[in-house]
């Protein structure tokens, strides 16, 4: 009874972090570009009375194993880099990823994170930047005496100048793109860092091979779907749940036992 106890505490507990796994994706539902993520579960340690392929009192062979488990634990949060629906913002300096890919912005402490939020804005000193004023690398300045701004499919950047009849050329978004994103390790203002397990950046041309497209004037929405979310969400509820009434059965049957009079 003690050990069921302990057993359904740990499924609670690990319902208690799915729980707040899904209370972040839905907080996230309108935050540009977000990429859902779910816990992943795994058993714990099984206690072993009889092994398979034991002798019996019998004689025989013991076919199956004879054994308890002692509940679940949250072992890891993968993230699902699915595309999100694209929607047209109609600014210049916004910029959506079709297909693969991140952007590649400049940290203040010179290292780079990845991004695949394009709502970018243009600093004081003409440069694109986040809307946490982090440059966009590499880097992208915009002269004082622009009057057009376009970005090509393949990254191009081209500005129309006063005076002029023709956009020149003024920069190059290049893409960066992991052999396993889901490794990227999330650190807020929907950046993302390499880690040993995403492997090292390859980084390339928009439209290149394997790298996505760049669609100007839209931005990726979120991919979270409120409908799943909702579902995930009863139904670690209903786990939750279960697994309380485990322990207030475990705790009535002790109380049950601890009344047996001779």
Do not use: C, W
Not at 9 to 28: E, F, K, S, Y
Not at 235 to 259: G, L
Request: avoid cysteine; charged fraction near 15%.
């Amino acid at each position: 009874m003690i050990k069921a106890m302990n057993t359904a505490a740990t499924g609670m507990v690990a319902q208690q972090m799915n729980i707040d796994n899904i209370a972040n994706n839905l907080a996230n539902v309108n935050t540009t570009a977000f990429k859902k993520s779910r816990i992943e579960f795994q058993d714990i340690l099984y206690q072993n009375y009889r092994k398979a392929g034991t002798p019996s009192a019998l004689g025989a062979v013991v076919p199956v194993n004879l054994d308890v488990g002692y509940g679940a634990k949250a072992v890891a949060t993968s993230r699902e880099f699915t595309p999100g629906s694209v929607t047209i913002s109609g600014r210049a300096t916004d910029m959506a990823i079709g297909g693969d890919g991140f952007f590649q912005i400049n940290m203040p402490d010179g290292t780079t994170a990845y991004s695949r939020d394009g709502a970018f804005q243009i600093s004081g000193d003409g440069e694109l930047v986040t809307s946490d004023g982090f440059l966009v690398t590499p880097g992208v300045t915009i002269p004082d005496d622009a009057t057009e701004l376009s970005v090509s499919i393949s990254g191009e950047v081209y500005v129309l100048v006063v005076g002029g009849s023709e956009p020149s050329q003024i920069g190059q978004i290049e893409l960066a793109r992991f052999i396993n994103p889901s490794g990227l390790s999330a650190v807020g203002h929907n950046l993302y860092v390499e880690t040993p397990a995403s492997g090292t950046p390859i980084t390339g041309s928009p439209g290149s091979e394997g790298f996505g497209r760049i669609d100007q004037g839209t931005l990726e929405s979120s991919n979270v779907s409120i409908v799943d979310e909702m579902v995930n969400m009863i139904m670690a509820q209903r786990s939750y749940e279960i697994n309380s009434k485990v322990i207030q059965s475990s705790d009535e049957m002790a109380q049950t036992a601890n009344n047996l009079k001779r």
